[in-house]
């Protein structure tokens, strides 16, 4: 299995600090007018630490665009949703070893669950049935559209293949929505969704 690892150094309290060998997982958030947001979590083994003078650093002055003013698509239908959030899932290996310096070996991916929520308005049965989505484990392709209009500044998420979890009742500002759970499977390799910048 050919998996790709990283390494990290960062800056805490007058010390560089290095994590080397390092595997991890991330999670996104979409939320009607605020920016899309990605959270990573890694596990690797720790390295050499030295003290070392903070360095300054050079920021890019790019502004992200809020999630607004894009259609929703699930399964063909125009879904009114307020966020989406999904989730990689990635189960990581940590095999203890009393060979390595910090008592354990090579972290692995070894499985990944691909999943996340959004929360449709409700609507009648005769122009869109969630409840037979979910029943009957249709699969459908979940699209945002692209987000941004500016080259460099611009992303969309495409996922062939949902299927519905659950489908719960909800509320968005008194009105009838629902908060409904989904995985995203493969259709060819490892396609569950895509995430493109441009």
């Keep these: 299995?050919?998996?790709?690892?990283?390494?990290?150094?960062?800056?805490?309290?007058?010390?560089?600090?290095?994590?080397?060998?390092?595997?991890?997982?991330?999670?996104?958030?979409?939320?009607?007018?605020?920016?899309?947001?990605?959270?990573?979590?890694?596990?690797?083994?720790?390295?050499?630490?030295?003290?070392?003078?903070?360095?300054?650093?050079?920021?890019?002055?790019?502004?992200?665009?809020?999630?607004?003013?894009?259609?929703?698509?699930?399964?063909?239908?125009?879904?009114?949703?307020s966020n989406l959030s999904f989730d990689l899932a990635n189960t990581i290996s940590k095999p203890k070893s009393v060979g390595a310096s910090d008592g354990f070996g090579q972290l692995r991916i070894t499985a990944r669950d691909v999943a996340g929520s959004f929360d449709p308005l409700d609507e009648l049965i005769a122009t869109n049935d969630f409840d037979a989505d979910w029943k009957a484990g249709t699969t459908m392709a979940l699209a945002t559209g692209?987000?941004?209009?500016?080259?460099?500044?611009?992303?969309?998420?495409?996922?062939?293949?949902?299927?519905?979890?659950?489908?719960?009742?909800?509320?968005?500002?008194?009105?009838?929505?629902?908060?409904?759970a989904f995985g995203a499977a493969e259709v060819s390799g490892d396609d569950e969704f895509t995430l493109l910048f441009t």
Excluded: C, W
């Design 146 to 180: 692209v987000v941004g209009s500016t080259v460099g500044n611009r992303y969309q998420l495409d996922m062939p293949a949902v299927a519905y979890r659950s489908v719960a009742q909800g509320d968005r500002e008194s009105q009838r929505a629902l908060d409904i």
């Design 1 to 81: 299995l050919n998996q790709q690892y990283m390494t990290f150094h960062y800056y805490q309290d007058g010390k560089r600090k290095v994590l080397e060998d390092a595997i991890g997982n991330v999670s996104f958030k979409m939320e009607a007018g605020q920016v899309g947001m990605a959270s990573f979590t890694f596990t690797g083994h720790e390295g050499t630490a030295t003290d070392t003078t903070f360095v300054n650093g050079a920021y890019d002055a790019t502004v992200p665009v809020p999630y607004i003013n894009r259609p929703f698509d699930i399964g063909g239908y125009a879904a009114d949703i």
